[in-house]
């Protein structure tokens, strides 16, 4: 049986090199033909792998090769242009702090005064010592006061405070474990002004469980991506993209997470984020957008799921 594989892995690497070819986006697009042969390639992967019918480099480089260009991604979970002028149909989408409003040309709005300027002690306690540079200090700082007003992560506000602190909306969605998110979003500030807006994808209603991404616009620019447990924020990965995202331009945002843990986060598609993570195996129940900081426009909002979670 193990000498019967060795001719179909010989036709597998031939058919990983036409993969190699072909740009992931293209090959999502071309056909279901292409994604059959990836489907072949990944049960033949498996089957080696379960013979130990390859040597230990070329298994891992198969396996290597199907996650790349495998499409897993096959579902429409939920999508959004707000194209009919408002969010309370088709999805329904529920305000549960701040305003929000449908502009024709910028999609969903919302305005929000950004919060004042740490203090002067606790931003430089911050940057000493800790091995971070000042622009996210300052962005940390930030965060806990707002966090300080919403109470958390990002759970069910307080009937009290519905209309202090971020604008949240939300959506319920059933979305699976992998997923692809596909945004577009503007954000119109002042030359310098920070603004700071967060994706968040919740596994329960109270929003203890489940990743936050966040993205901090001014005269530093940031992108972060945040684990929720208990309603406490982890940071999993953070990093500067390139372009100026406050511009007030539309730019492009890809979340993605395969089946196999690994994260993917493109803006404008440049890669900003790629790694593994598999803090979390069950599906996401709610998708929710925060504006904590700025003037934000979302003009549409796409996720695509696997068949099963």
Same mark, same amino acid.
Do not use: C
């Given at each position: 049986?193990?000498?019967?594989?060795?001719?179909?892995?010989?036709?597998?690497?031939?058919?990983? %090199?036409?993969?190699?070819?072909?740009?992931?986006? %293209?090959?999502?697009?071309?056909? +279901?033909?292409?994604?059959?042969?990836?489907?072949?390639?990944?049960?033949?992967?498996?089957?080696?792998?379960?013979?130990?019918?390859?040597?230990?480099?070329?298994?891992?480089?198969?396996?290597?090769?199907?996650?790349?260009?495998?499409?897993?991604?096959?579902? @429409?979970?939920?999508?959004?242009?707000?194209?009919?002028?408002?969010?309370?149909?088709?999805?329904?989408?529920?305000?549960?702090?701040?305003?929000?409003?449908?502009? &024709?040309?910028?999609?969903?709005? =919302?305005?929000?005064?950004?919060?004042? +300027?740490?203090?002067?002690?606790?931003?430089? @306690?911050?940057?000493?010592? =800790?091995?971070?540079?000042?622009?996210? =200090?300052?962005?940390?700082?930030?965060?806990?006061?707002?966090?300080?007003?919403?109470?958390?992560?990002?759970?069910?506000?307080?009937?009290?405070?519905?209309?202090?602190? +971020?604008?949240?909306? *939300?959506?319920?969605?059933?979305?699976?474990?992998?997923?692809?998110?596909?945004?577009?979003?503007?954000?119109?500030? %002042?030359?310098?002004?920070?603004?700071?807006?967060?994706?968040?994808?919740?596994?329960?209603?109270?929003?203890?469980?489940?990743?936050?991404?966040?993205?901090?616009?001014? @005269?530093?620019?940031?992108?972060?991506?945040? *684990?929720?447990?208990?309603? &406490?924020?982890?940071?999993?990965?953070?990093?500067?993209?390139? #372009?100026?995202?406050?511009?007030?331009?539309?730019?492009?945002?890809?979340?993605?997470? #395969? +089946?196999?843990?690994?994260?993917?986060?493109?803006?404008?598609?440049?890669?900003?984020?790629?790694?593994?993570?598999? #803090?979390?195996?069950?599906?996401?129940?709610?998708? @929710?957008?925060?504006?904590?900081?700025?003037?934000?426009?979302?003009?549409?909002?796409?996720?695509?799921?696997?068949? =099963?979670?």
């Amino acid at each position: 049986m193990r000498q019967a594989l060795i001719p179909m892995l010989a036709a597998s690497v031939l058919a990983a %090199a036409a993969l190699a070819i072909q740009p992931p986006s %293209a090959r999502a697009q071309s056909g +279901p033909e292409l994604q059959e042969m990836v489907d072949e390639l990944r049960a033949l992967t498996e089957r080696s792998r379960e013979q130990r019918a390859a040597d230990r480099w070329l298994q891992q480089a198969l396996e290597d090769l199907v996650s790349k260009y495998d499409w897993p991604w096959r579902r @429409e979970l939920l999508s959004d242009s707000f194209s009919d002028g408002n969010f309370t149909e088709s999805p329904p989408w529920s305000v549960l702090s701040g305003e929000f409003w449908v502009d &024709r040309t910028l999609g969903l709005r =919302s305005s929000v005064e950004p919060p004042p +300027p740490a203090r002067t002690e606790e931003t430089r @306690e911050r940057s000493s010592g =800790s091995g971070k540079d000042l622009g996210r =200090s300052l962005f940390d700082a930030l965060m806990d006061q707002a966090l300080e007003r919403d109470g958390g992560g990002a759970g069910e506000p307080d009937q009290a405070a519905e209309q202090e602190g +971020p604008a949240r909306i *939300r959506v319920a969605a059933e979305i699976t474990n992998a997923f692809s998110l596909d945004a577009t979003f503007s954000v119109h500030n %002042a030359p310098g002004e920070a603004g700071h807006f967060e994706i968040a994808l919740l596994q329960g209603k109270r929003g203890e469980l489940g990743y936050v991404l966040a993205i901090q616009t001014g @005269e530093t620019g940031l992108l972060d991506l945040y *684990r929720l447990r208990r309603g &406490r924020r982890e940071l999993v990965y953070g990093t500067r993209p390139s #372009a100026n995202l406050g511009d007030g331009s539309a730019h492009r945002l890809v979340w993605r997470q #395969a +089946p196999d843990g690994r994260v993917q986060v493109l803006v404008d598609d440049e890669e900003l984020v790629n790694l593994r993570d598999r #803090a979390f195996r069950d599906g996401y129940r709610f998708l @929710e957008l925060i504006n904590r900081a700025g003037e934000l426009g979302v003009r549409s909002i796409r996720v695509l799921g696997t068949p =099963s979670s």
